[in-house]
């Protein structure tokens, strides 16, 4: 029932084989598989990382947005975080949260940060010009500017939040196209 080898039960640190028993989906007429966990590794590799559409100092090509990050960044990180967890945390929670990290630790970059590499991936975006946390750290402005744009960009309307982007974009689709009356043969 159990087997004599300690290792079998106990160390899961080991990665299953890749060939002899079908473990997976098949990758390859070889015979190849992959499980889950290498399938879903397989695809982040592979996705191709594109451009962000405008450069991390291009922070005066939008000045409303630049004026409000420099007087108020909790607002634009509000904004960005709303969008990015996809309207499960509200820009006002989020830009609460922002503001308390901000007074009692004094570096809101630690917590920015994370919401640009959440950001990169769902949007296979490059790592430019060097790490998510060190782009925060010293260039906190720049990054959540150029991060507004990007969503901007992508086709959000920032000031009505995720839910009010997702309605926008349902009343579109469901609405029928409208028929001329002028129209005839």
């Not at 100092?57 to 975080?81: H, N, R």
């Not at 939040?161 to 129209?183: I, K, L, Q």
Request: glycine fraction near 8%; charge should be negative.
């Amino acid at each position: 029932m159990y087997s004599s080898n300690p290792k079998a039960h106990d160390d899961y640190s080991e990665e299953p084989p890749l060939s002899g028993t079908a473990t997976g989906v098949p990758v390859s007429s070889s015979g190849e598989y992959y499980d889950s966990t290498q399938r879903a590794a397989f695809h982040i590799k592979s996705r191709a990382r594109v451009p962000w559409s405008s450069g991390l100092f291009d922070c005066f090509s939008d000045m409303k947005t630049c004026c409000v990050t420099l007087w108020c960044p909790c607002i634009t990180f509000g904004q960005v975080a709303e969008i990015v967890d996809k309207g499960s945390t509200s820009c006002g929670a989020s830009g609460a949260l922002y503001a308390l990290v901000c007074c009692v630790i004094g570096c809101p970059c630690l917590y920015s940060c994370f919401y640009r590499s959440k950001m990169r991936q769902q949007y296979a975006l490059r790592e430019t010009p060097c790490g998510d946390c060190l782009v925060h750290c010293c260039c906190e402005g720049c990054a959540l500017c150029q991060e507004h744009r990007e969503l901007t960009m992508r086709g959000y309307d920032m000031t009505i939040g995720w839910h009010g982007n997702v309605e926008r974009r349902n009343r579109g689709v469901t609405t029928a196209p409208s028929v001329e009356e002028s129209m005839s043969r």
